[in-house]
């Protein structure tokens, strides 16, 4: 089994409704996050949290909330999904700035 | 806040050619430098670190320096295979003053390795 699984890994959904993106991890780590990717631009950072009780704003966290609902999962949420939000997402865990594991990614498409 | 700039892509080499991947970057102090390595279809993996100056890291054959006095953190191959074909991506933290965690990331570079 992956170490970090992100579940749907692809995913159509309609402007104005809302979605939630699950992660889960087996490495223990207490930081997780989650990164959006679009082509071109590179990964940005919209959430990470250091534990259940500990979230943080990243880059670009407008229109985007989370839930650290255990140790091991962390969901994204879009509340009203828009065209724009288009893209890829990632779920990564890792220990402060050491190496960062991730998932293989949701691809969303907001029509 | 730190920064990445990598060279951009696609690169198209043909099997067995040196690989050169360009990244610079700005940074308060001296913060870890990582290249990571996007497989079609996949999450993104580490290739490599480096966590102090004059460090190389290295891994599949790869290599990068951390070179204080140019901010540059080039990726390097001598000899390049056709499952070297992959978007590249270089990062540091993305506040190496100990504020904001995460990494920042360069645009990637997608990297094309003919027969």
């Known amino acids: 089994d992956a170490d970090v699984t992100q579940t749907p890994r692809n995913r159509i959904t309609k402007t104005g409704k809302r979605i939630m993106l699950e992660c889960s991890q087996t490495k223990g780590h207490d930081r997780m996050y989650w990164y959006r990717q679009d082509p071109g631009l590179g990964l940005q950072l919209i959430y990470y949290s250091f534990d259940v009780k500990d979230i943080n704003k990243g880059e670009i966290s407008d229109g985007y909330s989370v839930s650290r609902q255990a140790q091991a999962k962390f969901s994204l949420s879009l509340e009203s999904a828009i065209p724009n939000q288009t893209a890829l997402y990632f779920c990564?865990?890792?220990?402060?700035?050491?190496?960062?594991?991730f998932g293989q990614g949701t691809r969303l498409t907001v029509v | 806040g730190d920064s990445v700039t990598q060279m951009e892509g696609p690169v198209t080499l043909s099997e067995e050619a040196f690989l050169t991947i360009n990244c610079t970057y700005t940074?308060?102090?001296?913060?870890?430098l990582f290249w990571y390595v996007q497989y079609p279809g996949e999450g993104l993996q580490l290739l490599l670190k480096a966590t102090k100056a004059d460090d190389k890291g290295s891994n599949k054959g790869f290599e990068a320096t951390y070179r204080k006095e140019t901010t540059s953190f080039h990726l390097e191959k001598g000899s390049v295979q056709v499952s070297d074909s992959a978007v590249y991506f270089c990062a540091l933290p993305l506040d190496s003053g100990g504020g904001a965690d995460g990494l920042t990331f360069g645009k990637g570079t997608h990297l094309i390795i003919q027969p």
């Open positions: 990564a865990t890792s220990e402060r700035t050491s190496e960062a594991f």
């Open positions: 940074a308060t102090g001296y913060p870890s």
